[in-house]
């Protein structure tokens, strides 16, 4: 997804610790995890940039996805892994959405064991993350 965020002329940083990370989960299914995370970051961003981080600790895969985007009123975050909801200040901008990938990404990562989370601010960008345990 580089491609798109240096046609936006945005800053793509990824940042992969080294070494093997397993999971017990479906290739596919994690692709999509990832495609949403991004996607959104890159379709939010108009300035600034899209960072993508994936690390290991304490027996979990940890991966985060942060940007410099319009972020997400506070009252709206509680909801944003509810299928079909979309925060207010998403739906009163032209870019386009269903509602439903946040909502995907949430099923993916708790059926894996897993949990997600959303730090932002209105104005300030959004950091998305995920983790999920490690294989034995």
């Given amino acids: 997804m580089m491609p798109q965020a240096i046609e936006k ?9 080294p ?6 989960g479906n290739r596919d299914h994690f692709t999509s995890v990832w495609t949403n995370l ?3 970051a890159i379709k939010y961003t108009e300035i600034g940039f899209v960072e993508v ?19 997400i009123p506070e009252a709206d975050q509680k909801n944003l ?8 200040n998403a739906k009163k901008s032209s870019r386009q959405g269903t509602g439903l990938g946040l909502s995907i990404v949430k099923r993916i990562v708790e059926a894996a064991g897993g949990q997600v989370w959303v730090e932002s601010k209105e104005g300030k960008g959004s950091l998305f993350g995920f983790s999920v345990p490690l294989a034995q």
């Fill in 9 to 17: 002329g945005l800053d793509f940083r990824c940042q992969i610790q």
């Fill in 19 to 24: 070494g093997p990370k397993v999971i017990l």
């Fill in 38 to 40: 991004i996607g959104n």
């Fill in 53 to 71: 981080t994936l690390k290991s600790e304490n027996g979990k895969l940890i991966g985060e996805v942060r940007d410099s985007g319009i972020g």
């Fill in 81 to 88: 892994f509810q299928e079909f909801f979309r925060a207010s």
